[in-house]
T-cell receptor, first 114, second 110 residues
Framework: NAGVTQTPKFQVLKTGQSMTLQCAQDMNHEYMSWYRQDPGMGLRLIHYSVGAGITDQGEVPNGYNVSRSTTEDFPLRLLSAAPSQTSVYFC?????????????FGSGTRLTVV | AQRVTQPEKLLSVFKGAPVELKCNYSYSGSPELFWYVQYSRQRLQLLLRHISRESIKGFTADLNKGETSFHLKKPFAQEEDSAMYYCALSGSSNTGKLIFGQGTTLQVKP
């Protein structure tokens, strides 16, 4: 099993450009989420989804859009890139079992906006 | 408000010394607490979750609801333990989202 796959691994954008970060999971997990990782700030939740067709905002949603048309995919769209969006982005999928939630993270996308 | 605080940005110890990475949380219900580890520029890996009460790589963590803490401990640090450690909280409701602390870099010197 691939687990959680993120593409691309690296990306450089110019200010104002748009792009989509891809995230796919093959574990049939119900929940998926996007985080950004910045030095000294830990990981902050951008958007999350509790199932296909259902998404909600996290702590830092401005400038990002998501959709969840299938259980497997949860793309993150940057509408008009800004230097403040330079970060490492992680996608995660999770499930709930009797022992709590199990989370699996992707390997990350390192984005630089110039 | 839900919050996770890791007061130390950097913890530096010598090999063989005990390690304690601090984590405090704020949550009104019954949280589920996790410790994640991230080795240099790699993906986050689950180290521990309080509900399973297991020990991984010699690390343990006990949830103290009175002090709202979930400190990570290891009696004898190894050089391969050098990494970034994140404490995280998941609420009791079914949302699948994690609240992370700021992270603590553990540096184990030879």
């Amino acid at each position: 099993n691939a687990g959680v796959t993120q593409t691309p691994k690296f990306q450089v954008l110019k200010t104002g450009q748009s792009m989509t970060l891809q995230c796919a999971q093959d574990m049939n997990h119900e929940y998926m989420s996007w985080y950004r990782q910045d030095p000294g700030m830990g990981l902050r939740l951008i958007h999350y989804s509790v199932g296909a067709g259902i998404t909600d905002q996290g702590e830092v949603p401005n400038g990002y859009n998501v959709s969840r048309s299938t259980t497997e995919d949860f793309p993150l769209r940057l509408l008009s890139a800004a230097p403040s969006q330079t970060s490492v982005y992680f996608c995660a999928s999770s499930y709930a079992d009797t022992g709590g939630y199990g989370y699996t993270f992707g390997s990350g996308t390192r984005l630089t906006v110039v | 408000a839900q919050r996770v605080t890791q007061p130390e940005k950097l913890l530096s110890v010598f090999k063989g010394a005990p390690v304690e990475l601090k984590c405090n949380y704020s949550y009104s219900g019954s949280p589920e607490l996790f410790w994640y580890v991230q080795y240099s520029r790699q993906r986050l890996q689950l180290l521990l979750r309080h509900i399973s009460r297991e020990s991984i790589k010699g690390f343990t963590a006990d949830l103290n609801k009175g002090e709202t803490s979930f400190h990570l401990k290891k009696p004898f640090a190894q050089e391969e333990d050098s990494a970034m450690y994140y404490c995280a909280l998941s609420g009791s409701s079914n949302t699948g989202k994690l609240i992370f602390g700021q992270g603590t870099t553990l540096q184990v010197k030879p």
